[in-house]
């Protein structure tokens, strides 16, 4: 999704992601986000936690990485105030507009990453 709104990566593409809200587990929140933002509709046992990364951002921040298997709905734009665009990208061939982040973590496959916290 092409960011918009937020004053973090703004224009941007990145993942559909949120912050996990009190009470809620990260697979909850995946499936959460994924029918606010996108709407599509995602069981929880169609998600394989796929990575781990400890990232500098604005502040420091823990991010999961899920992928799914299955899911159904199609993909729109569900929160126009913060993304102005979905794209399809190849994962071997991102754009060169993407989070600077987003690349690695998909790399990650099931590992932990530290990103951003060089020099």
């Not at 933002?37 to 936690?49: H, P, Q, S």
């Not at 990575?51 to 929160?79: H, L």
């Not at 794209?87 to 496959?109: C, E, H, I, Q, S």
């Amino acid at each position: 999704m092409r960011r918009a709104g937020s004053g973090y990566g703004d224009g941007l593409l990145a993942f559909p992601a949120g912050h996990v809200d009190r009470g809620e587990t990260p697979t909850q929140c995946v499936v959460r986000e994924a029918a606010e933002e996108i709407g599509v509709r995602i069981a929880a046992d169609a998600l394989k936690a796929d990575g781990v990364m400890f990232r500098q951002s604005q502040e420091p921040r823990v991010d999961f990485f899920f992928a799914a298997d299955r899911w159904s709905g199609e993909p729109t734009i569900r929160e126009p105030h913060k993304c102005t665009e979905l794209v399809w990208a190849d994962p071997k061939n991102l754009p060169g507009d993407v989070l600077d982040f987003v690349g690695r973590a998909m790399a990650l496959t099931g590992r932990y990453d530290e990103f951003g916290w060089d020099g």
